[in-house]
Structure formats: C-alpha cells, structure tokens
C-alpha cells in the first residue's frame, strides 16, 4: 500500500482540480457519499449523528454528509466551530444546501459542554470533519473542548480524512486528538495513519476512492507501506530439486563473554529464516556454549588470548572464513572494546559480500562513521535502533523519533548504505533514497534479544540471494509477522525472541498459502 504526506496529496487534489478538470464540489461530494456508505453499512439504514465540522473542505466533506445521511432518514445535527461568514468556496456551497434546522454554530469556549453535550451522548455515531490533514499547530481552546467532548462520548466516532489533532505527514498528536473506531481517508492513506502515535487514533482505517485519475495516483510520490499484500509478492517458492546450497551459507560474527545470547539467536534465527548453512564465528573462550546453544549452526572458535572479545589477531582468520560464504553479519554481543572497535572497522573496509551490521557493530561505526565511505560491500545493512541512530548521526534520540523516515533516508544517501530504523513501524531507506514503513509487529517484541533475531533473518535472505532492498523489506515484515503469530497465540506481555524465531516457519509458511510460485 502506498502512503503519502498531506503535501503531496493537496498537489493531487489541484492537479485532479486543474489538469483534469475535474471539479472540486464533485471531490468534495465524492469525498462525502463514500463516509456515508461506510457509517451506514457500520451503523445502519437509519440512526442518530452528530457531526463536527469546521469552516475548511474537512468540514466540507462533513456537510455533504449531513445531506445525504439525512436522506437516507438519519436524524442529524450538525455542530460548526465557526461563524457562517468564515465559511467558503466548496465547503459553502454544500453549506448552502443544509436545511437550516440542523445547522448550530459553536464559537464561544464552554458552549458545546452547556449546550450539547446530551447529544453527544445520544448519538449512534459521531462524525469528525473538523480539522483535516492540514493541521500544523497544536488545537487550542474550543476545537480543544470539541475534541476532548468527542473522545469523553463514549459514542463510535467516524474521522473524515484523519483524527482532529493529528499531524497528517508526521504522526504527531498536536495538542490533542480524536481517538477514532473508523477514519475514511481519500485517495492514498496518508503518513499519519500509519506513523505512531497518529496510528493508535485512527481506528479502522478505510481508503476511499474519489475519482482521481489513475494517472495521476500512479505518478504520486509515496512510500510502500509493508502489510500481507505488498510482501506476498517477493517472497520465492522452493524448487522442488533444491539442496542446501541453493539457499546460501551466511557468516556470523558476534559474541563475547556474558553475550552468549546475542549469538546464539542470530545464528538459530538465520537458520530458521531458511539459510541452508549457517557458520557461527566466536571468541574461543564462548565457543563450548554456543555449541550446545546452536545445534544446526556450525562454530568457529576465534583467537581472543583469553579476554573474552575478538580484536585484529582474529582478523587473518575472518578473512579466510569468507571464502564459500553468501553473505555476513557483524555485531551482535561483540563488546565495544577499542580493540573490537578497530576489528570491525577493519572487516567493513575488507568484506565484499553482503554485510549485516547491528548492535556492537554499529557501536564501532559511530567511533568513526567515515569508515563507511571506504566500505567494500556494494551491499551494505545497517539495523540501528534509535539509540544506535543517535550515535552514528550526532541527533538526540528525541529528534530521531520525531523525524524517523527522514534521518534514515540521509544517512543511507549519504553513506551509501541501506538503513533499517527499528522502533514501532520501523523504517526502511535505501542508497537511492527510497523508504518503507513496516506494518507488522507489536509491543510484545520491546525485550532483549529481538533485535538479533532480526540480524539473522536479513543475513538469511542475502544468503538466500534476496537483494539487499528486498532482503531488508522482508526480513523486517517476516520478523514482526512472526511476532503477531506468536501475541496471537500467547498475548503480547512475556513474548521473548527465542519465540519469535521458532514462529518463522510458521510466518513464511502464512504468507506462502497464497502466493503463486514465482520462481
């Protein structure tokens, strides 16, 4: 699914408007019929509604659903924050046609509270069509008392394009929000459905088509918002004369002493997410437990001199693991020694293979980020959290979060690299500066160890010849899949990674029901 920023979908609506001559009355009654249709097929032929409007097109849209919900012998009410005379263009036009008995204007704080709140609590539904996807400023005053009236109703609220309050490209709650059961947005769903914490008000989100020109849906700049059916598609069946070459034979270096964990998960996860061959690299001194953590996974002791973390005397013997390999994963459970530091940046300027770089790894790199302009690898993963993104870029994790999609996509177009920003609806940015927002997952999976399951299904796909775009889309998507099977099953509270990557199988299996072999 393709989502856009509300600027972007303001320029569709004047080309539809502009370049098509199409008009925006018809838009806007487009926009309106199509809310309609889907209160009544929630609520019913008939009912009580309560619509909030503003003096914008949001409100526009709201008036048009007024009319024809009353048409359709809905008893309505409709209640403008505005004065008649701020109202114009299309929104008062549809006005106009309003009988004035269920028109009430609201301007003065307090007044909805004395004067309609009854209704509110009456009404089968409200509909929202106060703010729209232009809000930039935190609400204030009455639009703050409608709004807190609306999420106080206890009635099902149905958003017009998205929740009153809601920032349409960010996500952010500016000030305050309606927490809506349904928004019925138009065209494309725009970055502030899917994006937290705009995501947690927008109820069942429903993407309603107005008539814009395919052509111009085509052309619209986006981002691939991953659910079941965008991934469905890269996913590849297994030939029927497969062996275990075919599907790759990944290097895993991680580990140190206390870290045992990180590099047993990555490694089982790797062989879980379908690697035909999985060698695990690792301080000598850990070697005998992982050998007992990692039954499928072959073990390499590295040279440590007993203390317990890799430095550059491990290097020679790195090096020469890579032959035969499809592909490596750096990072897990290293430490952040200066001496594994200075490994790592050795590794990244020697290994031509598709490299996975995450936790320790990525600790090193933000000693020295300019290591990554001298990298070897043409394929290049990084899987910071944002933490680790703060460290590499010099940001505060505070402004990574609040501007995810952008801080990815420079540092991939700046280094070169693919980036996957993890968090709730992580990012993923390539070197071109194409990005992606991940669909799956859930709070169960904010608990130690995850991350490196993640590690291991991205290093399994480069293995698997999966480019590394694709190999980070699906890894990730696979990864929270795997996650919701399991919340599914258990709940979200007390989810651990060993359970998520012994749910993969399963995932993939899901997933590959109905898909047709494209091979």
């Known amino acids: ?125 409200i509909v929202d069509a106060l703010l729209g996807t232009g809000l930039c400023s935190n609400i204030r005053d009455i639009y703050l008392e409608a709004v807190d009236l609306m999420n106080s109703s206890g009635r099902p609220v149905v958003s017009v394009d998205i929740p009153s309050g809601v920032h349409g490209t960010t996500g952010r709650v500016l000030g305050d929000a309606v927490r809506a059961s349904i928004t019925v947005t138009f065209a494309f769903a725009k970055l502030g459905h899917v994006l937290y914490p705009g995501a947690e008000h927008a109820g069942r989100l429903v993407v309603a088509d107005i008539g814009i020109p395919p052509h111009l849906m085509e052309s619209a700049s986006g981002y691939d918002f991953l659910d079941e059916n965008t991934i469905r598609p890269l996913l590849q069946r297994r030939d029927r004369q497969a062996h275990k070459g075919t599907f790759g034979h990944c290097l895993i270096v991680a580990g140190s002493t206390g870290k045992t964990g990180a590099a047993a998960l990555s490694a089982n996860s790797a062989v879980r997410a379908g690697s035909g061959l999985v060698t695990l690299a690792a301080v000598e001194n850990i070697h005998s437990i992982l050998e007992l953590k990692t039954t499928e996974v072959m073990t390499v002791p590295l040279p440590d001199s007993g203390r317990g973390y890799l430095a550059n005397n491990a290097f020679t013997m790195i090096e020469k693991l890579l032959e035969g390999k499809d592909a490596v994963a750096i990072g897990p459970g290293l430490d952040r020694h200066p001496e594994t530091c200075a490994l790592i940046h050795n590794l990244v300027e020697t290994i031509a293979l598709p490299l996975v770089i995450d936790a320790d790894g990525l600790n090193a790199l933000a000693e020295d980020v300019s290591v990554l302009k001298r990298k070897k690898s043409q394929q290049v993963i990084l899987t910071p959290h944002p ?21 990815a996509q420079e540092f991939a177009r700046n280094y070169g690299v693919f980036v996957v920003l993890k968090g709730a609806r992580t990012i993923i940015a390539s070197p071109a500066g194409i990005a992606a927002i991940n669909g799956s997952g859930n709070p169960g999976m904010a608990t130690g160890g995850v991350g490196d399951v993640l590690t291991g299904i991205i290093v399994s796909l480069l293995g698997q010849r999966y480019t590394a775009w694709v190999a980070c889309r699906l890894g990730v998507f696979i990864h929270g899949f795997a996650a919701d099977m399991v919340a599914e099953e258990k709940g979200e509270i007390g989810i651990n990674a060993t359970d998520i990557l012994e749910k993969l199988p399963y995932a993939y299996n899901k997933l590959l029901k109905n898909t047709r072999n494209r091979m």
């Open 387 to 407: 933490g680790e993104m703060s460290r590499l870029t010099g940001i505060s994790i505070p402004d990574v979060e609040a501007i995810r999609i952008s801080v």
């Open 1 to 125: 699914m393709k989502v856009v920023t509300s600027h972007t979908m303001q320029e569709l609506d004047k080309k539809a408007i502009q370049e098509c001559g199409i008009p925006g009355l018809q838009l806007m009654e487009n926009a309106g019929v199509c809310c309609v249709e889907v209160i009544v097929a929630e609520f019913g032929l008939k009912g009580r509604c309560i619509i909030m409007a503003g003096k914008g097109n949001n409100g526009g849209d709201g008036y048009v659903i007024a009319r024809v919900l009353q048409q359709k012998g809905w008893s309505v009410k409709v209640i403008i924050i505005s004065e008649r005379n701020q109202i114009s263009g299309d929104a008062a036009t549809n006005l106009e046609k309003l009988p004035g008995s269920i028109i009430n204007f609201c301007t003065s704080e307090g007044q909805l509270s004395s004067q309609y709140m009854e209704d509110f609590f009456q009404a089968d539904v």
